[in-house]
């Protein structure tokens, strides 16, 4: 039961509606604004939609709104199989327009101020809004340019990149020119979304390379800034099979710092070696970007040292600021950074602003299931699934760690589906997302 002074805070809000900015439960001062929402979310990517679709089931229409410069959402793990030609981009995208829930205020800005002590934010039009609760989904920023001769390199050929729409395509354009030489897949020194993609794409190449009759061409060659192929140990263990058993060279702890485009070479440091670095020349070069936090958060208060969103990783709900909470890539949260995190994160999230706008503690905990459908041909998927402890966290009672052809349908068929219809619509989520169409087959 709510205590006394929420509800007199409530019914004040009711009384004079130039007082809601105390109607949360961080009141320091309000904020100046004419715009209020009580839910505002930041961002329009996967955890910005499917949390604006619950919160306004939750609260009503009218009363949450969204705010995202983008005019389309891209379904982002899809341009694995984009850039090994499987699939087109354009059943990747969907105009932002025709996903914002009925109901739910787009805002087509972007945040360039965090005031959480005044409860609001301000807008890069000088617009401030006002809230009663905050849900930050900013994700996180690509940094192509902290690699030396990049992103002015993407103009030449025989670069692509999956992490970005910009560039996609032009990793499927390497592949096929590809005539003979070194076929070299990145990792960067830094956290990033969807961790298993760097290698996906060099399993991909493989593949392309025995169909078209080039394999024999090809040295293939990934070279990642981790101590390890893949960070938990059973799923590890089945992609070093694979790497053994197709010529698959993987150079540990070597970090991209410079393309030469125009010389077709690659520059890498050893990060076991400091001050030593490595150049290889290259016929075709994936780069994984090196990735942090938006500036905009960076500069706020709501952040940790490193620049993420410092929330309570079993709650979702901000260390300091209570009406605070976030949700997937802009997060402190010790997991890897997935879509399916999201969606594992999105009921817990309900769940936790549910109880806060009751007063009451918040009962629900995230476990850190994440998972990563790692694509290593054009049918085959090791499906890996796991939590904050690296332990796998499985949804099917088969060996997940072997390579099946049902998970690659899954994972390009069935998933893309589930993401538009379901999550997005703030229907789907849970414990394990793939629990999800267990569950729907067994009915």
């Known amino acids: 039961m709510a205590s006394p002074v929420f509800n007199a805070q409530r019914l004040l809000c009711r009384i004079c509606p130039g007082l809601r900015g105390v109607c949360g439960l961080h009141t320091t001062s309000s904020c100046a604004s004419k715009d209020h929402y009580k839910v505002l979310v930041v961002g329009g990517g996967s955890g910005g939609i499917t949390m604006s679709a619950r919160m306004k089931r939750k609260v009503g229409a009218g009363n949450v709104a969204v705010i995202e410069p983008s005019e389309n959402h891209y379904y982002q793990p899809l341009w694995t199989l984009v850039g090994a030609g499987a699939k087109a981009v354009s059943t990747s995208r969907r105009s932002t327009a025709s996903l914002i829930p009925s109901g739910v205020k787009w805002i087509k800005s972007q945040v360039q101020e965090f005031s959480p002590d005044k409860n609001c934010v301000r807008t890069d039009d000088g617009k401030e809004i006002s809230y009663q609760y905050l849900i930050v989904a900013l994700g996180l920023k690509l940094h192509y340019e902290k690699i030396k001769g990049l992103p002015e390199g993407f103009n030449y050929p025989k670069i692509g990149s999956n992490y970005s729409v910009e560039t996609v395509d032009k990793t499927w354009k390497a592949l096929q020119d590809f005539k003979e030489g070194n076929a070299i897949f990145t990792f960067p020194n830094t956290p990033v979304k969807c961790a298993g993609a760097p290698q996906k794409i060099m399993y991909l190449a493989d593949s392309y390379f025995r169909k078209t009759g080039k394999r024999s061409k090809a040295n293939i060659m990934y070279n990642t800034s981790l101590p390890v192929l893949f960070g938990i140990k059973k799923y590890a263990n089945s992609l070093w099979n694979i790497v053994k058993t197709r010529d698959l060279n993987v150079n540990l702890r070597h970090n991209l710092i410079e393309v030469r485009p125009d010389k077709q070479e690659a520059v890498f440091e050893k990060l076991d070696n400091p001050g030593e670095t490595v ?142 219809h379901g999550l997005l619509k703030g229907f789907w989520g849970g414990p394990g997302p793939y629990r999800k169409i267990m569950h729907l087959g067994m009915k």
């Open 279 to 420: 150049v290889f020349e290259y016929e075709m070069l994936h780069v994984t970007p090196p990735m942090g936090p938006h500036e905009v958060l960076k500069k706020s208060m709501l952040v940790d040292e490193a620049g993420w969103l410092d929330i309570d990783k079993d709650m979702l709900q901000h260390k300091k600021y209570p009406n605070v909470f976030g949700i997937g890539d802009c997060t402190n949260l010790p997991t890897a950074k997935t879509a399916a995190a999201v969606a594992a994160q999105s009921s817990v999230l309900d769940r936790t602003i549910s109880r806060v706008m009751k007063n009451e503690k918040p009962d629900k905990r995230y476990d850190g299931y994440t998972s990563c459908p790692l694509v290593t041909s054009y049918n085959t998927v090791i499906l890996a699934e796991f939590d904050y402890n690296g332990q796998p966290l499985e949804t099917f009672p088969i060996d997940q760690s072997k390579e099946r052809m049902s998970m690659f349908y899954m994972k390009a068929d069935v998933m893309p589906h589930l993401y538009w």
